[in-house]
């Protein structure tokens, strides 16, 4: 009996000592750790109208809540006087994409990780870094920041790269130092952590690489192509002028400079005004080489809506931009050059006045230049724009001739009859 009465007391001795309380879990999208104890847990899920926010302190809990917004705070562990602050933070970035599990970077690659994650720039911060593996497995960066001087500053950080995101694990004080206890408390959130779905690395995308290639090409284009277009086809009109020149001097060597044979066709008084000129202009920047422009035109916004649509760095955003304002601007002011070049070519003459002359073989131009007697072959090109017939004797120069203008003959006659010319060429 006395035995018996011995264990019965045994027993409510036991039953009467403290049993350790099992640490809550903080759970994650994809990760749980133990929460530490006695701790308020704040976080951006929380209503501002919560009183938690009065219990832990915070007067201002919509700065706060916007705080962790900025910040990527998934929960916020404050203590009642301020002292020990935790946060739980995640940031999305490419690096994070790129590297995906920290477990499995090369030894090499790990330690330049580390070296650029945090550097000292001044003689009052020391930078303690290293690695950490937890129990599970995990494997966390941990730096440890000091800032001395006038506000003292202490911050602690035990991060992971996991599923292609960062999470940190950080504290930090200020003007008071961190405590052993402190460093202890977020070591052992580390050592907690548990990541309950861990996702496989997806293969190396090399589309955003692909793209920018392509992107740096159009650029190349858009830029490259007049350099080279430009110089080209200034050569080859060089080469067409300089043979006309020789074909006009060989023919006045032989029949003189003001020498028409047979009776006029067709004669035409032409006022070069302004306004023609400017019309003139307008069609030879525009319209005569609309195939340039509008490829041009095609080619730069092709390439803008594309570094846009397309995830390209910012500085190919930059550059697509300002290509296509370059050629923007060189677009705009296409009519205005040309146009100076007109107005100096129409104003060597005594009179804004062209008078035309039209013989079988050739045609007698005066006015707006010295009289001067000019073969059909010298017209490389007919164009009509309104009621202006564009005679052209080089790339980008023209006769103006009015089809209202006609003294003698009619406009259409005028137009097949000169044509015909160029046919015979």
């Known amino acids: 009996m006395k035995k018996t009465m011995c264990f019965i007391a045994a027993l409510l001795l036991i ?6 309380a099992q640490a809550e879990a903080w759970t994650g999208v994809d990760f749980t750790l133990e929460a530490p104890e006695n701790l308020y847990q704040l976080g951006p899920s929380l209503e501002e109208t919560d009183p938690a926010w009065a219990l832990a302190g915070i007067g201002d809990a919509a700065g706060k809540l916007e705080e962790y917004r900025e910040m990527g705070v998934l929960v916020n562990f404050l203590s009642e006087d301020g ?6 933070m995640r940031k999305e970035s490419e690096e994070g994409q790129r590297i995906f599990d920290l477990r499995l970077m090369e030894e090499g690659d790990k330690a330049k990780f580390l070296d650029g994650l945090a550097k000292a720039g001044d003689e009052n911060v020391t930078i303690d870094k290293g690695w950490f593996e937890n129990k599970a497995g995990l494997l966390f960066y941990r730096i440890k920041i000091d800032v001395a001087g006038e506000q003292e500053m202490h911050e602690l950080i035990y991060g992971t790269i996991m599923n292609g995101y960062s999470l940190n694990l950080d504290i930090h004080t200020i003007d008071a130092a961190m405590t052993p206890e402190q460093e202890e408390l977020v070591r052992q959130m580390a050592d907690s952590m548990v990541f309950t779905n861990i996702l496989e690395k997806p293969p190396e995308d ?3 690489a692909v793209n920018t290639l392509l992107l740096m090409v159009l650029m190349l284009a858009a830029v490259a192509g007049p350099l080279i277009y430009v110089p080209i086809k200034s050569k080859r009109d060089k080469k067409k002028k300089a043979k006309l020149a020789e074909q006009l001097s060989e023919f006045h060597k032989v029949n003189g400079r003001d020498t028409a044979h047979g009776e006029a066709a067709f004669i035409n008084e032409t006022d070069c005004t302004r306004e023609a000129i400017r019309r003139f202009s307008f069609y030879q920047a525009y319209v005569k080489n609309v195939g340039e422009v509008v490829f041009g035109a095609l080619l730069c916004v092709v390439t803008v809506c594309a570094a ?9 955003k930059l550059a697509a931009v300002a290509v296509t304002v370059y050629y923007a601007y060189k677009l705009i002011g296409m009519q205005g050059a040309v146009e100076k070049i007109q107005i100096k070519v129409h104003s060597q003459g005594t009179s804004q006045t062209a008078h035309y002359t039209f013989y079988p073989d050739v045609f007698r131009v005066s006015g707006i230049q010295s009289a001067n007697v000019v073969p059909y072959f010298q017209i490389m090109d007919v164009r009509k724009c309104g009621q202006y017939l564009y005679l052209y004797y080089g790339p980008d120069n023209a006769y103006l001739v009015d089809t209202y203008g006609f003294k003698l003959g009619e406009s259409g006659e005028f137009e097949k009859f000169i044509r015909g010319k160029m046919q015979k060429q």
């Open 15 to 20: 039953a009467a000592l403290p049993i350790g």
């Open 206 to 208: 090399y589309s955003k």
């Open 83 to 88: 002292a020990t602050d935790i946060s739980v």
């Open 308 to 316: 846009f649509l397309i995830d390209s760095v910012w500085w190919i």
